[in-house]
């Protein structure tokens, strides 16, 4: 029983020291997400697509990562299907201000598809371009991390937006979080579930 009793208490022990560690990090760039999305465009009433939204990041070596999103949206009115998808990757650059938030930077390739279909016709676009972000993350709390970032999009016009995020981590390694995206003539709100690694 005495053996138990020990080995039970440096498990906890273990444990807890692990969890402190890594809720008084600074914010992981090792992390896999999904969640739900929706779009708000101006001047177009009721019309918001929705959908899902993928994200992931991965650190290479102690200042260099890479990121990539992806995001399908879609709506339906007056017999109008919409579909609205976007994907983004990039290479980043990170820099520690302080033990528990960092400043980056990103460059990366941006795609945007639409297609709009009615009674049987349907209507393609898409463009390429990149983009450029700068950003912040901070742990500002053990368990609360927030994130703001400004991002210059370059296709045939350019587009400036501001990102802003918020994730509450239930674990050192799971997270729920909301983020918010203004852009020129249409705004972004989405929830997701996040897996740190």
Do not use: C
């Amino acid at each position: 029983m005495k053996h138990i009793l020990i080995s039970a208490a440096f498990a906890t022990f273990s444990f807890n020291a692990f969890a402190a560690d890594m809720f008084s990090a600074g914010p992981s760039w090792d992390y896999v997400e999904a969640g739900y999305q929706q779009a708000e465009i101006d001047d177009a009433g009721d019309f918001e697509p929705k959908g899902y939204a993928l994200a992931a990041s991965k650190a290479i070596g102690e200042n260099f990562f890479l990121k990539a999103n992806y995001s399908d949206l879609s709506e339906e009115e007056s017999g109008l299907d919409t579909d609205l998808s976007q994907f983004s990757a990039g290479v980043g650059y990170r820099y520690s201000a302080t033990k528990t938030t960092d400043v980056y930077g990103v460059v990366s390739f941006e795609r945007i598809e639409i297609e709009a279909s009615a009674f049987g016709e349907s209507v393609e676009a898409d463009d390429d371009g990149f983009g450029i972000e700068a950003g912040i993350r901070s742990m500002i709390i053990d368990q609360l991390e927030l994130s703001a970032a400004v991002k210059h999009i370059e296709m045939d016009e350019g587009d400036t937006g501001f990102v802003a995020g918020a994730n509450f981590y239930i674990t050192p390694a799971i997270a729920v979080g909301a983020s918010y995206e203004m852009r020129d003539d249409i705004d972004f709100l989405g929830a997701d579930i996040r897996y740190s690694f």
